[in-house]
């Protein structure tokens, strides 16, 4: 891969006019999009007029005038035309913890007389924090956790397993389940799917609707760019928002939430799993974020994701100076997210010796670089500058200076 | 009450130079910071710091080079100082709902045997509706609700009670309860107090320590400024803190996030009732609006309170336009909140007449007008502008015309 063929690549790529609707940091290639999105535009705009209009002068009357109120139905709604769900079924709130709190809850009141959530042992840690919590809140009478390898998940379906609690793109390695499948095996036997899609959201074409999915859950800071700590969202199909409650009952989840009544009456349909008053400066910034998808589909962004993705393997895989590197990461396109994971034992001094040469990249411990590529605002150039970095510290031995401890970055 | 007595009032009030430090709305009287604080200058400034810089620049390194990861404990600490608070013991997160929730589980943990949350019939419905989400979770058998009118609340208090949940002041009437007091009656009977401090943070002198508090939850948009949605807070006192977990268990509370550890271990002390990712536009516009308090002590702030608030009551009273309306804040300035609230057949009428002139303040079902007064941003100016408007209303009968139906406002 030559710069000009990058050069190449970019002019003829279809997404290539989206990169100027970023604030991008100054020269940087930044490669950690699915950890923190980048900036986009729209959002500051949005988020100096929510500031200085919305709430300095308009304040109280913005619930009406400038419909705050709406705002978690109105993101949900865009975030849904992302994942193929039809209106009513996604609303945006809380954060990813908080929101699969309330769904396990949701599944184990459906499936009455099971009792098992069956997970993978490596999905994302705050995934099993939460199964952990709420068997630590019900009692093993009523929740227990089973959590098995990924390639053990099909066989370890029975008749006690309420729900399947997965992550369809493993933070660590980027491997992405089949949905479909998995889904159907799980359905075969009588279980509920709750799928985190953290790192789905925006670069995966997803068919929620179509493949039957019950529930989901997912991040608005990462693809979806919303910001540090963008509100997520959470998918509940339309067949079972009203047989359930949900235990985080706050005011905004109630039927009429401004007439003040004593007790507790659920909202129609998903809106039921709002709680307390929404975040209204971080909720408004991903609401911008998300007009910047308009006029482009998701297959288009899973095109160059994949392209992107495959041109970075497969420069690896190809240099000498990467005989250390390796690719954990499928590599088969089909298997994996929009990130590429190396293993390497001096995975830390990597990917400090990347930061320092201004290729934003990440550790996971004990021995993983993430590079993340965001179809939006990464161009074909960033994939080849960051590949041009990661061999020329890896020749000059760069990432074995002593400074780069394995002491773990907070990221 | 004349226009020179209050520019009299308003040139000897120590805190007078805070109202440049608000954005405030052009040509209203804004009578409404008990449901939504006004813009402090700080806060706008630091938002757009935080979007252009720290998110657009430094991206994900602003967790530790702007230290986000540390938000929710540095603006905790800040509150601490305004209830009366060491430090360790109080942290911003999620929302005044969730936190409710946190803490009436963990005060069931800590009371084994006793199941009854007992509270008052009038509290602010989210502390109700949580206490029922709770109670709907677990069972009869590990939790029911008892509520009583506010004049019960002692008598009620025998050995089945495992908490008391009150919040200090009415939302609707503005009465302020002794927390002392009730707390000290709470303990003789072997109960816990989780105080929602959702209107008296900032305007009301609190004393969690000394008083023996267990618990409190208070939020970040009434008087602490913090803006639309902004997180809230919560306490929980040191001697609970490492005899308890809690169930919304996400990986921010873990010891170590960082490390993605499959099991969960909790953070010392009330650092484990964080849970997923925090919103840091948000945080970091509350955390700079709690700066505008710095310098001025809680004792001044209560004492210009207590002053607008007589002012605006004595104005009533003495009023023959307001015959119809009743005082139902109490005349005793120690029993009151920052608020004045009137009944009166048409209050609906009257609030709209009353924005429509300029002085925002809002309705509450059936009969309700509040008046909010934030002594860091209102004058006494503004008590008179309200006043005098609020006669004029009455006497020309702008309340009655027939656009004004009774249909509650959202806000």
Same mark, same amino acid.
């Given at each position: 891969?030559?710069?000009p063929?990058t050069v190449?690549?970019?002019?003829?790529?279809?997404?290539?006019?989206?990169?100027?609707?970023?604030?991008?940091?100054?020269?940087?290639v930044?490669?950690?999009?699915?950890?923190?999105?980048?900036?986009?535009?729209?959002?500051?705009?949005?988020?100096?007029?929510?500031?200085?209009?919305?709430?300095?002068?308009?304040?109280?009357?913005?619930w009406?005038?400038?419909?705050?109120?709406n705002?978690?139905?109105?993101?949900g709604?865009?975030?849904?035309?992302?994942?193929?769900a039809?209106?009513?079924?996604?609303?945006?709130?809380?954060?990813?913890?908080?929101?699969?709190?309330?769904?396990?809850?949701?599944?184990?009141?459906?499936?009455?007389?099971?009792?098992?959530?069956?997970?993978?042992?490596?999905?994302?840690?705050?995934?099993?924090?939460?199964?952990?919590?709420?068997?630590?809140l019900?009692? $093993?009478?009523?929740?227990?956790?089973?959590?098995?390898?990924?390639?053990?998940?099909?066989?370890?379906?029975?008749?006690?397993i309420?729900?399947?609690?997965?992550?369809?793109?493993?933070f660590?390695?980027?491997?992405?389940?089949?949905?479909?499948?998995?889904?159907?095996?799980a359905?075969?036997?009588?279980?509920?799917?709750?799928? $985190?899609?953290?790192?789905?959201?925006g670069?995966?074409?997803?068919?929620?609707?179509?493949w039957?999915?019950?529930?989901?859950?997912?991040?608005?800071?990462?693809?979806?760019?919303?910001?540090?700590?963008?509100?997520?969202?959470?998918?509940?199909?339309?067949?079972?928002?009203?047989?359930?409650?949900?235990?985080?009952?706050?005011?905004?989840?109630?039927?009429?939430?401004?007439?003040?009544?004593?007790?507790?009456?659920?909202?129609?349909?998903?809106?039921?799993?709002?709680?307390?008053?929404?975040?209204?400066?971080?909720m408004?910034?991903l609401?911008?974020?998300?007009?910047?998808?308009?006029?482009?589909?998701?297959?288009?962004?899973?095109?160059?994701?994949?392209?992107?993705?495959?041109?970075?393997? $497969?420069?690896?895989?190809?240099?000498?100076?990467?005989?250390?590197?390796?690719?954990?990461?499928?590599?088969?396109?089909?298997?994996?997210?929009?990130?590429?994971?190396?293993?390497?034992?001096r995975?830390?001094?990597?990917?400090?010796?990347?930061?320092?040469?201004?290729?934003?990249?990440?550790?996971?411990?004990?021995?993983?670089?993430?590079?993340?590529?965001?179809?939006?605002?990464?161009?074909?150039?960033?994939?080849?500058?960051?590949?041009?970095?990661?061999?020329?510290?890896?020749?000059?031995?760069?990432?074995?200076?002593?400074?780069?401890?394995?002491?773990?970055?907070?990221?």
């Open positions: 891969m030559t710069i063929d190449a690549l970019d002019r003829s790529d279809p997404l290539a006019s989206l990169r100027e609707q970023f604030l991008l940091p100054e020269g940087k930044y490669l950690d999009g699915n950890s923190l999105g980048a900036l986009p535009k729209a959002a500051m705009a949005r988020i100096e007029a929510v500031v200085r209009k919305e709430w300095g002068q308009d304040l109280i009357s913005s009406n005038s400038n419909d705050w109120i705002l978690p139905i109105t993101v709604e865009k975030i849904a035309t992302l994942m193929g039809a209106p009513g079924q996604v609303i945006s709130c809380d954060n990813v913890s908080i929101n699969l709190f309330k769904l396990i809850v949701t599944a184990l009141q459906l499936q009455m007389g099971r009792k098992v959530i069956l997970t993978q042992k490596d999905n994302f840690p705050t995934d099993l924090y939460m199964t952990e919590g709420v068997g630590a019900l009692g $093993d009478q009523r929740c227990v956790t089973r959590s098995v390898p990924a390639d053990q998940l099909v066989e370890a379906m029975d008749t006690d309420a729900l399947l609690l997965l992550t369809q793109v493993n660590r390695d980027g491997r992405l389940h089949d949905i479909e499948a998995i889904t159907r095996a359905h075969a036997n009588g279980i509920l799917v709750l799928w $985190d899609l953290a790192h789905s959201a670069v995966v074409p997803l068919e929620l609707d179509r039957q999915v019950d529930m989901a859950v997912g991040c608005g800071y990462k693809f979806l760019n919303g910001g540090p700590g963008a509100p997520a969202f959470l998918y509940l199909a339309t067949r079972h928002q009203d047989k359930v409650s949900q235990p985080l009952s706050g005011w905004l989840g109630h039927a009429e939430p401004f007439a003040f009544e004593p007790g507790y009456r659920p909202a129609p349909g998903v809106s039921r799993y709002l709680g307390g008053t929404p975040g209204i400066l971080g408004s910034a609401d911008a974020a998300l007009d910047v998808f308009d006029g482009f589909t998701i297959d288009q962004i899973r095109g160059k994701s994949s392209a992107m993705t495959a041109l970075f393997i $497969d420069g690896v895989r190809s240099a000498s100076e990467c005989s250390e590197c390796r690719v954990v990461t499928p590599l088969v396109p089909e298997e994996r997210g929009s990130q590429v994971s190396l293993a390497h034992p995975a830390y001094g990597i990917a400090q010796a990347l930061i320092e040469a201004g290729v934003v990249v990440d550790f996971r411990a004990p021995d993983i670089v993430r590079f993340g590529f965001s179809p939006l605002y990464n161009s074909y150039r960033d994939v080849a500058d960051a590949l041009r970095q990661l061999l020329r510290i890896l020749a000059a031995g760069e990432h074995l200076q002593a400074r780069f401890d394995t002491r773990a970055k907070v990221t």
